[in-house]
């Protein structure tokens, strides 16, 4: 194995094209830690939000962008023992998923689900992390349950539509044009085109949501607290379009409403592990069969991020977006 290694750096905070390869030293774990050979990286929000700016590394992360990958473990630290060089797994990452190697915290990786490949593994890790801890533990979706999931074309969305349905919720979803609302028709939810239909009126004549997953913000915020059922649920997980608006929250007492939300990246490593054991017991069996499994988009090489941060940032995309490492 080479001291050096190919990756894509920020070269200043812009647009897409501010995304060039570079030669970086190979990573050395650390003692909890393994060092993966990426086979194939995600490509998420997150990392356009810190190549814009909007979102700076933890204190200790790499400065490369890219939060999740598959590939071979390539060495252990001292403290590992749920893994050996060789084994083929998919992570999460604090950063430096856009390179050939990355290193994470052994207990933030998981085997690759049967029967799935390289690039459909490394599209698992942010999104379903972000879909369980979000959905499952903070918003506590039970079965029979409505459910209202924004963008539900995206990978967030694709995720949540497929768990949620699985775990016998009743599931909606918004999305812009008529080829996102059939993909989220044919993962099982009553998708609503929201440049046509008001989600609001849609959800109240349905009974209202129990738990609403958002990632949009804006003037979604006080259409999303109409729209929930007495005593439901409003996650929040990002602010598209901006986090402050005018919002009467003597509904919030009436209607015994609760209002929370999380990020990912900054949670400690404990509460990452905690996620990935969830995972290992209640989805990985879900995805060894088949019942669910990631929605892809396209595939770019590594050396074109700035195209693939293109495609992401002009909303087309339906699913995943991924890199070619190797």
């Known amino acids: 194995m080479s001291d050096t290694m190919t990756a894509i750096e920020i070269t200043s905070h812009g647009g897409p094209e501010v995304l060039r390869p570079t030669t970086r030293p190979v ?33 200790g992360a790499s400065d490369l962008p890219g939060l999740e990958c598959a590939g071979i473990v390539a060495a252990v630290g001292s403290g590992v023992t749920r893994w050996d060089v060789g084994d083929r797994v998919c992570a999460l990452l604090p950063g430096g998923g856009y390179a050939e190697y990355a290193v994470t915290h052994g207990d933030h990786a998981l085997r690759i689900p049967d029967g799935l490949s390289m690039a459909q593994a490394a599209a698992l890790p942010e999104t379903f992390f ?15 349950e409505r459910f209202l999931v924004h963008g539900g074309s995206s990978g967030i969305g694709t995720t949540a539509i497929q768990l949620a349905v699985a775990r016998g919720a009743r599931v909606f979803a918004t999305a812009g044009s008529p080829e996102k609302v059939a993909a989220c028709a044919a993962l099982g939810a009553e998708a609503i085109n929201y440049r046509e239909a008001d989600f609001v009126e849609a959800l109240r004549a349905a009974g209202g949501a129990d738990l ?20 439901g649920r409003l996650v929040q997980i990002a602010f598209l379009q901006g986090p402050k608006v005018e919002l009467n929250f003597a509904q919030l007492m009436v209607r015994r409403l609760t209002i929370t939300g999380s990020t990912l990246r900054p ?31 396209e595939t770019f090489a590594l050396t074109d991020a700035a195209a693939a941060h293109a495609r992401m940032e002009a909303g087309d995309h339906i699913g995943k977006i991924v890199l070619k490492v190797r």
């Open 130 to 144: 972000t879909v369980w801890t979000n959905v499952f533990d903070r918003g506590a979706l039970r079965g029979g």
């Open 212 to 231: 609403i997953l958002d990632m949009v913000g804006g003037d979604y915020l006080p259409r999303n607290i109409k729209a929930l059922a007495d005593d």
């Open 27 to 59: 990573p050395v774990p650390g003692p909890d830690q393994i060092l993966i050979a990426v086979d194939h990286a995600g490509v998420n929000r997150p990392d356009a939000l810190q190549r814009a700016g909007a979102y700076n590394p933890p204190q």
């Open 267 to 297: 949670q400690s490593d404990l509460a990452k592990s905690r996620i990935a054991d969830a995972l290992r017991a209640e989805v990985w069996p879900l995805l060894d069969t088949g019942r669910i499994a990631p929605v892809m988009d």
